[in-house]
């Protein structure tokens, strides 16, 4: 343990103590300060949260690097003292929405209190929303910024604070450390304004859902076979978030008459007290659903996490087992059902993250529809759009970790519209006598079976940090030749925006934003990418390999050889 840490902690500690906050808070810091452990006041006060790709997100409790409503009210802030000196003379408006943790309605509250008493127009939901209907409505009501309280689907402990610019996507630089510099200008909570001003605190009204759901409607693909297979099964968990408030009413208005929700998981509750974890990328937040699944031969299974920006999809194969399609997975089959039915392809593109499947970029190729690579964060997906408009025609978007998007009437990952979308497949596939599961495998017969796995190392705390940063340096400074007996031929560092040939040794830049990410490309296709989370205390292994089928009737024998070789890179890589 750093002596350095501990000393450093206890002076933050003490200027709180001696900077106006509430007793309870006092109390709390000060029992802090007399523990003998002291690995929790490092924790909670070795440094000031900053925004990362998804903004601030931390546990809730005391301390300058936890999420409470200081940190909450000085983030609000820095980003009211910005965008007044960012947009001087004009009337400035903001949006928030919340999602069902435990303290967002308060903390949103906090954050138009303190968006009110510096003059802001404040758009506030009611109710809990998704996070995609914020990204929404900013441009909707003509905002110029707009924020959400959310920790996405990270752990009960947690809860976070998206901010947003003006085409209602998440901030990017310069905006996020501009509005950092303006936070760590505050040295005093007696700078943040409080005290709210009422009469500049507006509620949403339910035009704003009635303009995203025409929206949606507008986009879906074949409508004639949903009304052909308006009885398919569905079945919906919203695992005690907000997707309860739309996405099921988003289905209905397609035309889908036959939705089970999971009841046991269908009032919002923060603590989320039917699954160990809120997030659809783990089966276990899906297990009722899957079991109500078998229990009455449904169709199709999709669960959305807390804030509802991603969806967790879940089908049957040939046997009758239900299964849940990995993020690459069902970001593929959902980009092969959009491009085939894409009429005009002419300047058409879409988007995908660097750790996300290759299978896009080939399909798309062969398609004649441009891919288009960028760092995670659908805020660079919302860049690209702005740098292209009018000159290119955006389609759709999608990350490995269970994030979509179609269309640019919302900036952000959205998981309403994905649902839209996924049901829509499912019913095109039956009206055709097929189901999701034959068409995964007959597109990955076209294009090549690719096949990822992911390891996360969980590292928390200060001492977590330290160590997430010393494997990055190790990578850096010792990178494998060769992984699992495969000849490592390329080597991608975004840090230093370089990429290295290791056959000829050639270096060339890489034109994206710098970012802590690592990839290593070997001989026989595959792919590693390694790197530290943005919103968790972890630092990641992203793992692809591919091969071509000679027959469809394969696909669960190569998907078990494919699984192997992961399996051996996952042991080569980790150390």
Known sequence: MSIDLLKQSKAKAEEWLSNGIDPDSKKQIQALLDKEDPRQLIDSFYKNMEFGTGGL???????????????????????????????????????????????????????????????????????????PLLSFAIR???????????????????????AYWNDGAQLIPPHDKNV???????????????????????????????????????????????????????????LHGAGITMVPECLKRLGFENITVIEEQRVPDGNFPTISSPNPEERSALDLALKKAKAIRADLVMATDPDTDRVGI??????????????????SLMMWFILKNLKDK???????????????????????????????????????????????????????????????????????????????????AKDEGKSLYSWLVQHYFEFGLYREGQVNLVRKGAEGELQIKYMMEQFRSNPPHVIAGQKVIRVLDYQTSTEKNLLNGRIRPIHLPKSDVLQFFTWEGGKISVRPSGTEPKIKFY?????????????????????????????????
């Open 180 to 238: 950092i510099h303006e936070v760590n200008a505050i040295t005093n909570f007696s700078q943040v304004k409080f005290t709210p001003d009422p009469t500049k605190i507006k509620m949403i009204g339910p035009e704003v859902e009635e303009a995203y759901y025409h929206e949606v409607l507008k986009l879906i693909p074949r409508q004639e076979s949903i009304r052909n297979q308006k009885n398919i099964s569905i079945v919906y968990s919203s």
């Open 314 to 331: 879940g089908i049957q194969n040939d046997a009758g087992e239900f299964f849940l399609l990995n993020g690459n997975q069902a970001l």
């Open 346 to 428: 002419n300047k058409a593109y879409i988007v995908k993250t660097i750790v996300t499947t290759e299978l896009i970029d080939r399909m798309a190729e062969q398609i004649g529809v441009e891919c288009i690579n960028t760092l995670t964060g659908f805020k660079y997906v919302a860049q690209l759009i702005r740098e292209n408009e009018g000159k290119k025609k955006f389609i759709a978007a999608g990350e490995e970790s269970y994030g979509y998007m179609v269309g640019d009437f919302v900036r952000d990952k959205d998981a309403v519209s994905a649902c839209a979308f996924f049901a829509a497949m499912a019913a095109a």
């Open 140 to 162: 909707y009501l003509k905002c110029q910024s707009g924020v959400v309280i959310t920790a996405s689907h990270n752990p009960k402990e947690y809860n976070g604070y998206k």
């Open 543 to 575: 793992i692809s390999v591919n091969l071509r089928m000679s027959n469809p009737e394969n696909f669960v024998l190569a998907t078990l050889h494919l699984d192997e070789k992961i399996k051996a890179i996952e042991k080569s890589m980790i150390r």
């Open 57 to 131: 997100r931390g546990i809730m409790g005391v301390g300058s690097n936890c999420i409470n409503q200081y940190t909450i009210g000085s983030a609000t802030q820095g980003l009211a003292n910005y965008l007044k000196k960012s947009l001087p003379g004009q009337a400035i408006q903001v949006a928030i929405a919340y999602d069902c943790r435990n303290n967002s309605k308060a903390l949103a509250q906090v954050t138009a209190n303190v968006f009110s008493a510096n003059g802001i127009i404040v758009h506030l939901f009611p109710e809990l929303r998704p996070t």
